[in-house]
């Protein structure tokens, strides 16, 4: 559903994530990193302070950086994020698509799937630790 690519940032704690899949574009990773977006992404920054969801394009007024910009120039439009959990061990997703908007069906499928994967997660420190290296490098 996200054919340009998804970031699931998952029970945030002290400021890293306990699990991250990313699977935009290593152009844009790279280009990313090489910029320091992540001090200045209005996306995560957004994240980090709200649950619910927003549509990237209703952030840029909050993007002096041009962080959004940016992503859209490399093909990633249609971008929304998702947040969900308490602020110590948030859960964040980014998700594009290049040719339209997603539904308000496939948002709720999408919401559904990141809830889940938050709940499932929640004891992770718990699991044994074969489980949380699998896990790590799916």
């Known amino acids: ?4 690519g998804y970031a699931l940032a998952v029970h ?3 400021a890293a ?3 991250l899949y ?3 574009s290593q152009a844009w990773a790279d280009h990313y990193t090489i910029k320091g977006f992540m001090l200045f992404d209005p996306v995560v920054r957004w994240g980090l302070t709200n649950t619910g969801r927003v549509m990237w394009d209703s952030l840029t007024g909050e993007d002096p950086e041009g ?6 120039s490399f093909g990633l439009t ?3 994020t998702y947040a969900v959990g308490p602020v110590n061990s948030r859960t964040i997703g980014g998700l ?3 040719t339209r908007a997603h539904s308000l069906e496939e948002v709720a499928e999408i919401e559904g799937i990141v809830n889940g994967i938050h709940d499932l997660t929640t004891h992770f420190d718990d699991f044994p630790k074969k ?8």
Do not use: E, F
């Open 67 to 72: 962080v959004i910009a940016a992503a859209n």
């Open 22 to 24: 990313q699977t935009y």
């Open 96 to 98: 594009t698509r290049s």
């Open 17 to 19: 994530p306990t699990l």
């Open 78 to 80: 249609h971008g929304w």
């Open 12 to 14: 945030l704690r002290m």
């Open 131 to 138: 489980v949380q290296d699998k896990l790590r490098h799916l």
């Open 1 to 4: 559903m996200c054919d340009t």
